[in-house]
Structure formats: C-alpha cells, structure tokens
C-alpha cells in the first residue's frame, strides 16, 4: 500500500492541509468599533448630571458596555431569536404602521414586511430587547445555585453598617410662618398651660402644605419636607414619646412638635434582611454569570476598540 502513488498524494495532501489550518487559521468575526452615535448618547447622558465630563477611564467603560451589547445582540440574531418574541413583532407592526398609516395590511403581514425591511437591525428599542433576552437565556442555561445561610450571613456581617436602621419619629406640629414666630412662645404657653391635644393645637396655628401628621420619619425624609434645621434640631433633641418639643426651626417658620411615638435607630437583624442578601447574591451571580458568558465569548472575534 505504501508503494502507491494515489497514497502518497493523500498523505501529503492532509498534512498540508493540517498545516495550512495551523498556519492560516480562518479569520475571526469582527467586533466592533463601537457604533460612534450610542457613545456619543452616553456621553451626553452622562454629562447631564455630572458636570466634570467623562473621565478617559469611564469611556473605556463605555465602549465596553458598547462592545458587550453589540456582542449579545449579535448572538441573539445567530439564534433566531427575534422570531420568538411578542414584544419585538409589536414593535415592527408598530414602526411600520407608522411608515404607512394607511396600509391594510395584516398584522402577519406587517411583521413580514419588517423583517424583508430589516428593521429589527435598526431600532434601538428592538435591540435592547435582543440583548434583555439573550441575558436571560445566559442565566436560565448557568447553573446558578441558591446562596448558603453561611453566604447570607457573611454578606450580612461585610455590610454591617448597611443595616443601619435611622432613628424614626412620629409626630404631629403646630405650624407658625416666619411673619408670625413671635406668636410663638404665647402659643406653646397655651398648649402647655391648657393642655391643649396636638389636633386642637394645630387650629392655632397657620396652615400648613405639607400636612400636620408625619409616621415614623428619618432625619432624611424631614429634611426633604422641612429643611436640614428643623432635621437637626429633632435629631439633637432627647425625645420621649407623648411630649412637645420646640420651637423647632424651618425653611417655612418655626414648629411646635408633638412626639408621638420615637423609635431609636438600631441595626437590622439578619433574619430581617436575609431575604434581600439573598435575593442581592442571586442577582451579583446572575451578572457574574453574563460576564462570564461575555468573556468566553469575545474570545472567538477579533476586537476592535476603535
């Protein structure tokens, strides 16, 4: 056999071709550059709220998030898998209803017409849709087990401070606007001296927007209503419930406050947080397992960054 010629042939035809694959492998798919108009919305989202611009380290960010959507929205067009989905055929009978908003044409018809179109490349909302499902389909098919109560309670021991719980006030106010705090100390002689209720004290004063009763309020969400004075002042007061307090100062005049009921701030236990440590570790391990997913698979395209 080894004397035939056809053999040899053969032989040397396969070995070049094992070494040619070695040599001149067949090329990547391409990845990128990043599409230049979503970079440039990003960066003027951005901006919107932070003044300073974009750092060169978050616009790498940037074009990662760029590289990594386009990555995914690919996949999800390889697997077909803009035929799947309600939402991404009511979105093309929904562009082209408004191409032609004459056309009678079906429903199927106008989904038809899309696709001929290619409109799914093209709209952006049907590509974030793409890159949502193809996220998902990642996570349904990595295995991703449930968090251990030994996780949970290390993750809650890490961010101890995390659960700490503001103090939180309950009261209700007797309101007198900046013309009118000099009414004040004969207002709390009044209620003091008569032992006037908190709802009949409030008719003494003026009118107040925001309301008279206030539940379980942090010092955060009274400043949002009141001002960081009249924050502050509570905050630094010793409160018993069933007492007044004041005057206590805000943007709108000074106050009269009612202490209904006071609860010192405390650290949660962790049988009160364990179901959102866990459900934070679930969802930490979903993403990781999309970053993963990502990772291994730009190993496959030959990235272009710019």
Known sequence: MLRKPWLHFLLLGLMLFVV?????????????????????AMVENYTRFAPDGVSPALFERFVDTELRDELLFREALNRDLQYRDAAVEQRIIRNMRFLDTDTAAS???LIEQGYALR?????EVIRRRLVQIMERLIVATRPNPEPSAEEIATRYQQELESWREPARYTFRHVFLSTDRVAEMPALMEQ?????????????????????????????????????????????????????????????FGQHYVYIEAFEPSRTLELDEVSVRIERDLVREGEEQAVVDWVE????????RRS
């Open 191 to 251: 209620v003091n001296t008569e032992k006037v209720s908190p709802d009949a004290a409030r008719l003494l004063g003026a009118p107040f927007l925001s309301g008279y009763a206030f539940r379980r309020q942090s010092p955060e969400q009274m400043t949002r209503v009141f001002g960081a004075e009249f924050a502050e002042q509570v905050s630094a007061t010793e409160v018993q419930a069933g007492t007044w307090i004041g005057p206590v100062s805000s943007v």
């Open 119 to 123: 409109l799914h490349l093209t709209d």
């Open 296 to 303: 291994g698979a730009m190993a496959g395209y030959e990235v």
């Open 20 to 40: 040619g694959q070695r040599l001149f492998p067949e090329p990547k798919p391409v990845l990128g550059p990043p599409n230049p108009e979503r970079l440039s």
């Open 107 to 109: 429903d199927r018809e």
